[in-house]
């Protein structure tokens, strides 16, 4: 149940709730605080008759303790193990019985649990999810086999993935100081040794209403939800009180760095590389909104500069982007890569994505290529309203990384606000390759025999 | 006085005490324990009334905090600044005025002082370090400015000059999990930060008779320095209890890196590689000793394989070596380096290093090779045995990173039973490209203005 949730770029992340848009009255995002400290965000969608509940803790990897990596993305696992009044798989049950949907996620910065009910099931849900707030019960009979899961599941995703690991190791290559450098499903040697213990007392410090949001979707007003919230949530005490996330942070890059993957799995080489660029909460205003704009003009779609350029102009590429999601507390990357054509080799390949760069650094963007990708920008934010599940995520991530509800609402007009110059300015200032892990991945025949 | 004692190599870390050459008695080591936990070595020489008295503790950068990095080194200064029963700078005035000498070093393992002075002089040194072992008092009139004067010397050591950058960078893409990652010095941006209170946690965690060693050298007897020892330190209570040194560690290594270090500073091009290798106390038994015989042929001296065939045979370098340093708690690195005469590229420079290490790799090398690193290395050794204060730092720096006297007494035997199988065999597990960090130092002349 790991998801770290990159796939879902910041250019969607966003919503709207109709500024700049058609939609004149929009969306009424409602948004309070109990009195324990739980943050309540409800988002109307009254088209059927479901919601959308997610419990969003604003806990991740990156605030494990050193040594202890993994241990976030463990307790999202053991989450589901009961507590005394609701045994082992019960919550699960009442979800499957009632036609639900249910799922979990961890990522550097957050851990979530999500369902999707008829509307008459919230009650019960939010039962269920206030009751494992501070009530799980763990024993070693349910945490060893789990750690098994965990492990198999590192083993799946990650352990047999060379992109995979080659990603893994560009973001340890990328962050010389800053706990984000270590993989959200943690260092599989690590991961072995996690504990009972470990967990609960993982638990006990950041599993508490005051560090904690909850995001409700769907056929809900924001008076019953209220209500239901003070009846469940309401009910669980502060157990831990929260200090403000200060995560070591990263020296001034100054050194390029490269990391080559070879692998006899890989079935296509591709090159790739992450800038270290601010996150939409450790930015200055505007600086997050025009790397956003940058990625998108160069990575973005087969009008992008690189697409157009690698794939087509050249034909030296069979796909190539970029992207950039600065949901995130602390610094985060902005992304470019490309996978070429069979005879063309990984060094070419990167000298063409290296023009590509040094244009946009040296001579920006054209007014055409910005309008037509704010427009776009603005037009997929503005599609994204039709999934409830899409809103309740974004909302979710955005608060659970140090964004408020209206710096989400507002995000069409700062990426209409974006200029030229500003995403000139972005590209010199943070497509510096000092501040870069350029990744290889390259199949290698001789590598198994290698490793000896 | 910050000391990464990484120049003396151990290949002199040893120290011989007669066994397996001509001196048949030897030097006596004597090693015994304080009730309050303080370990103590005695090695006598008697050929001028003189002593060198040195106090190592088990603390270091790879002990801090993440995002305290330096605290370790600025705690060193800070030991300078007086206790209630000694003020600031009478320590220093007294071994000055006697015509003694001191120092201090701050390693990722050990922090350590260091006085040699008449033996009379002997109570004397003890007493004031057994006074700021508990005693030390800091306000922040002299913290500020302390901390002024340890950015000035990471302005020196560090920002000014490239190849230690380079150095720093391709530790930190070496190390993914494990602190030692982090420059002894530390990131300046958290130095900036350090606070006397910082300063004063961590002398209150680690400073106490149970996390140290002093060692003796020169013209003292046993009896003697335990009497006097037990009068100074002998009255130092614990004040805190130390647990094992349980560091995060690397997770197995799987990508070749490199670091690519511009600076128009940059008056001499190299490449070099680090290689992730286990240290002398994380190492099975002959690993360690077999990486110590492999890079003193690989890159020790001009008989050297890379000395002989870059310098001489193909006439494409002006340097090339190879070291090892097994004095670490934990895993450690082997590095290659090399550097070009005028008209060769880094990159060929770099394919003639890999042809000599394949070669190793492929074929081990000759008996005679072995044979004359072997006696070359024992008797740098037994030469050592001539500089009282090089004894006092071996044994000092084994003991404070898990070795035992004995294992520093035996090192003649453990390098003499290395076998070319065991050379290879190392040459084979260790010298992986997957397991390393390769770094170019570059001259670049477009820097400064790139940077913006």
Redesign the interface.
Known sequence: MLKTLIALTAALLTLVAGIGTGRASGIEISHFVLANGLEVVVIPDHRAPVVTHMLWYKVGSADET??K?GLAHFLEHLMFKGTAKNPAGRFSQVVATVGGQENAFTSSDYTGFFQRVPREQLPTMMGFEADRMTGLVLTDDVVRPELNVVLEEQNMRVANNPGT??GE?ME??LY??H?Y??PVIG????IEQLTREDALDFYRRFYTPNNAILVVAGDATPDWVRTLAQDTYGRVPRVAEIKPR????E??P?????????DPRVTQPSVSRYYLVPSSTSARPGESEALEVLAHILGRGSNSRLYHTLVFSKGIAINAGASYDGTAVDATHLSVYATPKPSVSLQQLEEAVDGVLAEVIENGVTSEELTRSQNRMIADAIYANDSQRMMAQWYGAALATGASVDDVRAWPERIRAVDQASVREAA??WL?K?RSVTGYLVKDARSEE???
């Open positions: 050193p040594g990596s690991r080659l190791q340890a290559a010389l100081n706990p450098g270590r260092w599989r040697h690590e200060m995560r070591p942070q020296p001034v100054e050194a390029a760095r490269t990391v080559t993957l070879s010199r200032r510096d000092r290698k490793r000896s």
